[in-house]
């Protein structure tokens, strides 16, 4: 028997187990957790949606530009734009409710005033895998958490030590499926290939925290990655397609792991009575926001479009990302077209997504507010509420910081704005320009993804997909 048909038949004996023990789980009622603490510190893994600097620590030449981080001002550093989004991402907002300091990224190496509240390990471009790592790259889970075990291992006392810390992971994996998709993999064949490895990389990091004393843990599913901008450019017409314009079969593919992921926390719910191990569902909760567009403050007919991005029915491009200028094919077949994208839409707060692959500030904050509330929380009942049980203050959700300080700076940031004066940098002339080193050169997750477009016709970015809606 092959692997392939293995793992196929281990994730259809996993889906009828997970199936039944949260069918179980949800008639039995029972709440048999350890006693819940209110997080007095704040351990984070994860990749681009969490990272707040580590990316930048090791490779600083992929150097974020205006507008990122252009709603939200961290008076601390007005200069600097760490995060991949037009501000604030869920890390943050969780650390603002609990009214500690923004957490400060590990590689940053700062001492140990920085790090009185939390430590943020997750890396832009991280995955679940060394597998499906970047290319080029070691940014993988296994090595944010002998980063943490390093940490621990310097750093003692009652806040570092407390079982009431909190571990969170708010979502990893999603790019190992970006990944092995631009290596040619379908959503089929990366359910059976792909997802194995990323819940072998959840059992062997989940089994070292609570080996090193964690007892509060909590992890978030993959969101639906089909209704993403750069997945729906990237595999443009590979229907079928929902009636919200989302690729399918690459939703049912982050379905087919967040199914088993369910299965994997009620095992170790099971195995550790004295922890709670709480599950969101970052995938339901971007369904309720996309079906109730309007309600959540967003347009629901840019709920696939990027707010900050160039060219095409998704305005994303991979020669050219936000914060970028370049060229792009002409529509019509004529020379190449300089573009310059910085600049982001007016009303980033009414969009889902930032740059095509990231989520804006004001759909961080809707899916912070359902973890803390408890909505699309699995986990111990009695302890799911947050904003009650630790009387969280949400108040710093809605102002933009010192935002006069840091729009002093802006011009400093901006990329050229004409072709002359991009000409002038000599890019025109170099290799810079060619998809491959423009990929290579920008500050994105997905490095590699505009070599896929180097053959691309020109016509491509002009014409919705074919089977789009």
Known sequence: MGFKTLAFTFLVSRFFLATTMLVYAQ?????????????SYIYAFGDSFTDTGNLQAV???????????????????????????????VIDFITQAFNFPFIEPYLRHFDDEAYKRGVNFAISSGTATATYSAPGTAFFWERETIDYIEFRTNHTGPLYDAPSALHIIPEIGGNDFTYAYIAGQTPETAIVTVVPLILEAVNANLEQYYASGARNIAIFNIPPTGCTSVILTLFAGRGPYDEFGCLIN???????YNTLLNATIYEYRERWPDAN???????GATYEVIENAEKYGFMK???????????GPYNYNPLVLCGEAGFVPDPNGGPDVFVNVTKACPDPDRYLIWDGQHSTEAFYRIMAGFFLTGQFVDGPREFSNWKELCNLDFTQWFNNGNRRLCDINVFDDFAATSVDEFAATGAVDSAATSAVD???????????????FAATSNADFAAAPPGSP
């Open 438 to 452: 423009s990929a290579a050169t920008s500050a994105v997750d997905f490095a590699t993804t505009a070599v896929n």
């Open 250 to 256: 690459y939703n049912a593919a982050n379905q087919a």
């Open 301 to 311: 007919e840019m709920l696939t479009k990027a707010c900050c991005g160039c060219c």
């Open 27 to 39: 008639n039995d009622g029972r709440v048999d957790r350890g006693r819940f603490l209110c997080p």
């Open 59 to 89: 490779m600083p030449e992929r150097e974020l530009k205006y507008p990122y981080g252009e709603s939200y001002c961290f008076p601390d550093r007005p200069k600097e734009r760490t995060r991949f989004s037009d501000g604030r991402l």
């Open 277 to 283: 191990l709480f599950l969101f569902d970052y995938y």
